[in-house]
Nanobody
């Protein structure tokens, strides 16, 4: 089992920045991919960014150049630095990790990001 605790959401003006954090505990030795998803009202959940244990990152096109995913292995934490935020970035953001052995996926409780003037 893996437990995920997220933090860092909030209200920010367009053009502003936020940093989301997600700390994992439990059976973390088997995690190979960590990522952030988001779900806006009335829309499907989408992958925003992911980072593999090798350090390889991927981003959805709409956030490339604005968001950066990173991780601190010593703290078992993955971050999502979000810059130049736009109203369309408004959503609930969810941390996600995958167990490499069982392919089980674990989700955080979600943190709300609202971009509005």
């Amino acid at each position: 089992q893996v437990q995920l605790v997220e933090s860092g959401g909030g209200l920010v003006q367009p053009g502003g920045s936020l940093r989301l954090s997600c700390t994992a505990s439990g059976s973390i030795f088997s995690i190979d991919v960590m990522g952030w998803y988001r779900q806006a009202p009335g829309k499907q959940r989408e992958l925003v960014a992911s980072i593999r244990d090798s350090g390889t990152t991927t981003y959805v096109g709409s956030v490339k150049g604005r968001f950066t995913i990173s991780k601190d292995n010593a703290k078992n934490t993955v971050y999502l630095q979000m810059n130049s935020l736009k109203p369309e970035d408004t959503a609930d953001y969810y941390c996600n990790v995958r167990n490499r052995i069982t392919s089980t996926v674990y989700w955080g409780q979600g943190t709300q990001v609202t971009v509005s003037s």
